[in-house]
C-alpha cells in the first residue's frame, strides 16, 4: 500500500512570511496527526483530526498556525507569519483510527525560518 | 502533567552487544505503550507496541520490551545488536479509551559499531 505522503520535503522561508505543507495520508485512514519535531525533541503532537473533525487541538499555536482536512482525506497544515522558532520537522501520520492504532508517518517537511 | 522520559540520549555499542534502552511515564491511568524507530533517512516506524496482557512484548527485528507497571516503565531490549540498528528510538505512550494523544519521549540515538 502506499505510504504518506508529504510536500514540500524542505523549505526556506524568511521570518514572517507564510508556508503551507500537504499530506495524504494511507487511503482509508480515518485519524491524520500532525507533529513539529524540533531538533533533539520527540515528535510533539500539534493537532489530531478523525476524519475531518479535530479531536485535539491543544498544543497548536493557533495565532499562528491553522489545519484542515476538509474532505477527510488530505490536509494542510499553515503557519503564517513564521518565526523563528518555528523552525523543525514537520510530520504528518495516519492510522485507521485513534488511540489502539499503529500510527503510520510520512518522509516529514524540514522547515528552516530564517 | 503527563510526561514521557527516555535519560540515554546516545548510546554507543559494539556489534554483538547487549541493549537495553529506558523509558519511564508518569500517566495516571491505563496506558497503552509504543516503541518507534527511525533508521538514518527513514520514515518514523512502529517496533512494538503493548496494549494489555503479557508485559514482556516482542516486536520486529528481534526488539522486546517489558512493561512493569509498578515502576512506570518499558523498557527496550535485544540481547546482540547488528550494526544495522543504529536509528534513533523513540518511546510513545497514551492514555487508553477515547480519544487520548500520543506523547513521545525525547528519543534516544543508537550507534552501532561494526
Known amino acids: 500500500e502506499a505510504g504518506v505522503a508529504q510536500s514540500p520535503r524542505y523549505k526556506i522561508i524568511e521570518k514572517r512570511q507564510s508556508v503551507a505543507f500537504w499530506c495524504n495520508p494511507i487511503s482509508g485512514h480515518a485519524t491524520l496527526y500532525w507533529y513539529q519535531q524540533i531538533l533533539g525533541q520527540g515528535p510533539k503532537l500539534l493537532i489530531q483530526?478523525?476524519?475531518?473533525?479535530?479531536?485535539?487541538d491543544s498544543q497548536l499555536p493557533k495565532d499562528r498556525f491553522s489545519a484542515e482536512r476538509l474532505k477527510g482525506v488530505d490536509s494542510t497544515l499553515k503557519i503564517q507569519p513564521a518565526k523563528l522558532e518555528d523552525s523543525a520537522v514537520y510530520l504528518c501520520?495516519?492510522?485507521?483510527?485513534?488511540?489502539?492504532?499503529?500510527?503510520?508517518f510520512g518522509p516529514g517537511t524540514r522547515l528552516t525560518v530564517t | 502533567a503527563q510526561s514521557v522520559s527516555q535519560h540515554n540520549h546516545h548510546v554507543i555499542l559494539s556489534e554483538a552487544a547487549s541493549l537495553e534502552l529506558g523509558c519511564n511515564y508518569s500517566y495516571g491511568g491505563t496506558v497503552n505503550l509504543f516503541w518507534y524507530v527511525q533508521y538514518p533517512g527513514q520514515h518514523l516506524q512502529l517496533l512494538l507496541k503493548y496494549f494489555s496482557g503479557d508485559p514482556l512484548v516482542k516486536g520486529i527485528k528481534g526488539f522486546e520490551a517489558e512493561f512493569i507497571k509498578s515502576k512506570f516503565s518499558f523498557n527496550l531490549r535485544k540481547p546482540s545488536v547488528q550494526w544495522s540498528d543504529t536509528a534513533e528510538y523513540f518511546c510513545a505512550v497514551t492514555l487508553s479509551g477515547g480519544y487520548q494523544k500520543v506523547t513521545f519521549g525525547t528519543g534516544t540515538k543508537l550507534q552501532v559499531i561494526p
Open positions: 483530526f478523525q476524519n475531518n473533525g479535530v479531536v485535539d
Open positions: 501520520a495516519s492510522s485507521l483510527a485513534y488511540g489502539m492504532s499503529e500510527q503510520y
